[in-house]
């Protein structure tokens, strides 16, 4: 079993920064592909950034050039930071493993921007 922990959320207001981080942890094998959806009230869960093994990535268009997605393949960590925030990133963001196409996710932490 993966278990993945986020951190980092919070209460930030328009135009402000936030960092995510995540770790896994459990049995880690050759991870495929980490990364970070997110889902809004009465929304489907969205993905917001992927990165893979090889260091491809890959954005939405909403948040392309806003957020940055990293990764440490020693640590088994992954990082979101976001930039130039926006009402409408207001979500519960979780943190994604795949691995053994297995899909693997944390508990998921809030994220909220407002004035």
């Known amino acids: 079993q993966v278990q993945l922990v986020e951190s980092g959320g919070g209460l930030v207001q328009p135009g402000g920064s936030l960092r995510l981080s995540c770790a896994a942890s459990?049995?880690?094998?050759?991870?495929?592909?980490m990364g970070w959806y997110r889902q809004a009230p009465g929304k489907q869960r969205e993905l917001v950034a992927r990165?893979?093994?090889?260091?491809?990535?890959n954005y939405p268009d909403s948040v392309k050039g806003r957020f940055t997605i990293s990764r440490d393949n020693a640590k088994n960590t992954v990082d979101l930071q976001m930039n130039s925030l926006k009402p409408e990133d207001t979500a519960v963001y979780y943190c994604n493993l795949v691995q053994d196409y297995t899909n693997y996710w944390g508990q998921g932490t809030q994220v909220t921007v407002s004035s």
């Open positions: 459990g049995t880690i094998g050759s991870i495929y592909a």
């Open positions: 990165i893979r093994r090889v260091g491809s990535t």
